[in-house]
């Protein structure tokens, strides 16, 4: 392991490409002792930092002559795109010239990049995307939220014991309770599907499993890790951050509806901000996507460099943790039951 996390960052993702996600980026090789690659346009690069203080920080800039379109689909990226901001970008932490890689870009060209260039850790079936959701308490870890719609229930398993690794190493919860996301909390509620991701659960060694959980139950704070296949997961996701953003501005119109409710607005002013940054998805940065040989992060395409600041962060925190060595240990360490759990 670097001494000083080396993060390959894409810097031709998103919305806004470099000038977003250049300073961003910038701001947390700063901040947090990293070193920044960023990947892609040289003078478009350039350009920005030219705009930016860089003193004391590290980085270097890595050219990519192809840029990832939003209408292109993974697979023809893969194979036509080699020189793709995203494709160089693995290839770094693949040769370990990089620990992990950040990107706003093409999510689904991410994840295919991260999974065919940099590989799986051993034993991982599948990797998943994990997002961090605030709550009434603490962050809760939901997994998989898009990489995988069709999952077995040994991949739910394996989604289990990879949310139990990361809430310990990046959130710091010494026994994460982990629950399956069902249609009712008593044992035996669900499809088959989860119902066999039960049984295997029950068994897994060193793992705090508390059974099923509802979805009115994911914001309580009374859960830390919440699994479920990456087709309900991505629903539990957008339909919650839609939420949060319809809610701020209910809240806005109902501060603005009169005299005495714009007072209360005033007054309430400062609670109100800290409510929107609670729920703004730029607080956590991106879902990192775990199982890989090293680890990408999955960001916003509207991401703000706040939120790219965030996520350059989290992958440091990753890397110095060693969050992947727990993450193969805790997947060996369970291989009888997921190699039980796929013969019948």
Request: hydrophobic fraction near 45%; aromatic fraction near 6%; proline fraction near 3%.
């Amino acid at each position: 392991m670097n001494e000083r996390p080396v993060i390959a960052v894409d810097a031709m993702g998103g919305d806004f490409g470099p000038a977003v996600v250049v300073p961003g980026a910038i701001e947390a090789a700063r901040l947090h002792d990293l070193h920044v690659q960023l990947v892609g346009d040289t003078p478009k690069v350039e350009a920005e930092l030219d705009k930016l203080d860089l003193a004391n920080v590290h980085f270097d800039i890595v050219q990519a002559d192809d840029v990832v379109h939003m209408n292109e689909r993974p697979s023809d990226i893969l194979r036509r795109k080699k020189n793709a901001s995203i494709q160089v970008a693995c290839r770094l932490v693949k040769d370990g010239a990089a620990d992990a890689v950040v990107s706003a870009g093409h999510s689904g060209a991410t994840v295919a990049c991260g999974m065919f260039i940099m590989g799986r850790l051993a034993g991982v079936e599948r990797p998943a995307l994990a997002a961090l959701l605030p709550t009434e308490k603490n962050p809760v870890v939901v997994l998989d939220v898009g990489a995988n719609v069709d999952c077995r229930p040994y991949h739910l398993f394996q989604f289990g014991l990879m949310g139990d690794a990361f809430a310990r190493d990046l959130l710091g919860y010494a026994a994460p309770r982990v629950s399956l996301l069902s249609i009712g909390e008593e044992e035996g509620k669900g499809n088959s599907q989860v119902k066999e991701a039960y049984e295997l659960l029950k068994m897994a060694q060193n793992l705090n499993f508390v059974g099923n959980a509802e979805g009115r139950d994911i914001f309580t704070g009374d859960l830390d890790v919440v699994i479920c296949d990456g087709f309900v997961g991505n629903v539990v996701v957008k339909m919650s951050e839609g939420l949060a953003a319809s809610l701020v501005r209910m809240l806005k119109k109902v501060f603005t509806s009169g005299l005495l409710p714009a007072l209360g607005g005033m007054l309430a002013r400062g609670a109100f901000r800290r409510f929107a940054r609670t729920v703004d998805y730029a607080e956590y940065g991106g879902a990192p996507l775990l199982g890989l040989q090293g680890l990408a992060i999955v960001c916003h395409g509207r991401s703000s460099a706040r939120a790219m600041t965030n996520a350059v962060r989290m992958s440091g925190t990753f890397v110095r943790k060693g969050t992947n060595l727990r993450l193969a240990e805790t997947i060996l360490a369970n291989e009888e039951l997921t190699r039980f759990s796929r013969a019948i």
